[in-house]
């Protein structure tokens, strides 16, 4: 059992590699992005500029963020249900292997863009008056700042993954219907949990303000996310 989970990590790790580069258009925006956090940290003294600079990069950084999500769906439903689809079922790896690579590549350009965020909070210097504004989060350390992150990327990462599986028969309009559906499908979860929260709001407050019930739903959300996924592939598929 355990050198079967190794291969499908060891598996994965490979063909993460050969993929991570491939997405050309957020490794351009990352350039991008670099480039304005070294013309904000060197213009301090324009303010103009310096206020100009900073604009832009919010901007560019809402370029990401969609491109991110784009790309992720894109190269799922490319390589595993559209025109790679053949070469990637003929590989002689296991399917959660082909799944977890996958979500390896675009956690590490989660973590790219969450480290070029932080860049911009240096070079701007808003950092301690960001944390001292958001009082609610302020009593977590910088090691549970990035379970969040990755617990919530996560979860993302994988509800896109499962909505391209659910939408892969779709031949047209599939950008639409998917869109719809992942906002759908978040609706409805939104309104579920506001009717739990709302009848079992005392257990919320036991656990430690919610905190608890927040990682156990999310990792619970994220496993069901995945279960749904593979489902989808391993019984569903259609190329």
């Given at each position: 059992?355990?050198?079967?989970?190794?291969?499908?990590?060891?598996?994965?790790?490979?063909?993460?590699?050969?993929?991570?580069?491939?997405?050309?258009?957020?490794?351009?925006?990352?350039?991008?992005?670099?480039?304005?956090?070294?013309?904000?940290?060197?213009?301090?003294?324009?303010?103009?500029?310096?206020?100009?600079?900073?604009?832009?990069?919010?901007?560019t950084?809402?370029i990401?963020?969609?491109?991110?999500?784009?790309?992720?769906?894109?190269?799922?439903?490319?390589?595993?249900?559209?025109?790679?689809?053949?070469?990637?079922?003929?590989?002689?790896?296991?399917?959660?292997?082909?799944?977890?690579?996958?979500?390896?590549?675009?956690?590490?350009?989660?973590?790219?863009?969450?480290?070029?965020?932080?860049?911009?909070?240096?070079?701007?210097?808003?950092?301690?008056?960001?944390?001292?504004?958001?009082?609610?989060?302020?009593?977590?350390?910088?090691?549970?700042?990035?379970?969040?992150?990755?617990?919530?990327?996560?979860?993302?990462?994988?509800?896109?993954?499962?909505?391209?599986?659910?939408i892969?028969?779709?031949?047209?309009?599939?950008?639409?219907?998917?869109?719809?559906?992942?906002?759908?499908?978040?609706?409805?979860?939104?309104?579920?949990?506001?009717?739990?929260?709302?009848?079992?709001?005392?257990?919320?407050?036991?656990?430690?303000?919610?905190?608890?019930?927040?990682?156990?739903?999310?990792?619970?959300?994220?496993?069901?996310?995945?279960?749904?996924?593979?489902?989808?592939?391993?019984?569903?598929?259609?190329?």
């Amino acid at each position: 059992m355990n050198n079967s989970i190794s291969k499908i990590f060891l598996d994965s790790v490979k063909i993460c590699k050969h993929e991570f580069l491939s997405s050309r258009i957020l490794l351009i925006i990352t350039i991008i992005i670099s480039v304005f956090n070294l013309l904000i940290m060197i213009s301090k003294e324009n303010n103009i500029v310096y206020a100009l600079l900073i604009l832009m990069q919010i901007f560019t950084f809402s370029i990401f963020f969609i491109t991110y999500v784009l790309t992720a769906a894109i190269s799922f439903y490319h390589g595993v249900f559209g025109k790679y689809a053949y070469f990637t079922h003929s590989l002689p790896i296991h399917l959660d292997s082909i799944i977890i690579s996958k979500i390896f590549v675009f956690l590490l350009w989660a973590f790219i863009g969450i480290l070029e965020f932080g860049l911009l909070f240096v070079v701007t210097k808003t950092y301690d008056n960001l944390l001292n504004r958001l009082n609610v989060i302020t009593n977590l350390d910088t090691l549970e700042y990035m379970l969040i992150f990755l617990i919530l990327t996560l979860s993302e990462l994988i509800y896109i993954f499962m909505i391209t599986a659910i939408i892969h028969r779709k031949k047209t309009y599939t950008l639409l219907f998917g869109i719809l559906t992942y906002f759908g499908i978040k609706i409805l979860l939104m309104i579920i949990f506001a009717l739990i929260s709302s009848l079992f709001n005392d257990i919320a407050i036991e656990y430690n303000n919610g905190k608890t019930m927040f990682y156990l739903v999310n990792i619970f959300l994220t496993i069901l996310y995945y279960s749904i996924c593979r489902y989808i592939i391993k019984n569903k598929l259609s190329l």
